[in-house]
């Protein structure tokens, strides 16, 4: 059952290596716990807003990198479509997909060898995260021997059978949809922000093909 945490990184977890993810994510969360935004998860980039601009920096909206300046080997800063040039005073950190970045944004600049190829060799997971957000009247009262189950900050739905379980996965790389990988949490029982009172959010989470098999 722990292997359901190396599909996290959107790998069928009996591809070898994925083993990792056992020794990031459990002793991650005995440590810190599950930790969430008070307010819902848009809470967290307004207070990253107002984090940055406490400390004198500055939020540029609807403005489209374009490209990457350099200077030697160096990405000095950013060029936007509107020809404006932003110089950065230490470093310039990207969030984008590497098959944004590379080799389109590098305004021809030359890059290691055999980097662009190996940047275009890169596929997409063959599934990918669903999420459902969606309104309850009263909390989940979840079909399990143990009533503990209830209390619990997230539940992950997963076979105890192994062959069973190899099945789910071999099912979505090969296009095919389930509905028995999910994970639910319930954030409005530890968070009354999220929901009105006597109501609750559920925040259902599964795994779904990339490619439907059936197109």
């Not at 590379?102 to 662009?116: K, N, Q, R, V, Y």
Request: hydrophobic share 40%; aromatic share 12%.
């Amino acid at each position: 059952a722990l292997s359901r945490y190396a599909s996290e990184a959107m790998i069928n977890p009996f591809v070898k290596g994925t083993g990792f993810a056992l020794f990031v994510f459990i002793p991650l969360t005995h440590k810190y716990g599950g930790m969430f935004p008070q307010g819902g998860s848009g809470e967290l980039s307004e207070s990253m807003g107002r984090l940055i601009k406490a400390n004198g920096g500055t939020i540029k909206l609807n403005s489209t990198v374009k490209e990457f300046k350099m200077s030697g080997d160096e990405v000095t800063g950013v060029v936007l479509t509107t020809g404006e040039e932003i110089l950065a005073s230490k470093a310039v950190i990207s969030g984008m997909n590497i098959k944004q970045m590379f080799p389109g944004m590098t305004g021809g600049h030359p890059l290691p060898e055999g980097f662009a190829q190996s940047v275009k060799n890169l596929a997409p997971a063959n599934f990918a995260p669903i999420h459902q957000h969606i309104a309850l009247n009263n909390l989940p009262n979840y079909k399990c021997a143990d009533p503990d189950v209830n209390n619990a900050f997230w539940v992950e739905f997963s076979t105890c059978n192994k062959e069973e379980y190899w099945n789910a996965f071999h099912a979505l790389d090969l296009g095919h949809p389930r509905d028995d990988l999910y994970l639910a949490i319930t954030y409005s029982k530890w968070d009354k922000k999220r929901a009105p009172a006597g109501k609750h959010t559920l925040y259902l989470y599964g795994f779904c093909p990339y490619d439907l098999a059936d197109g």
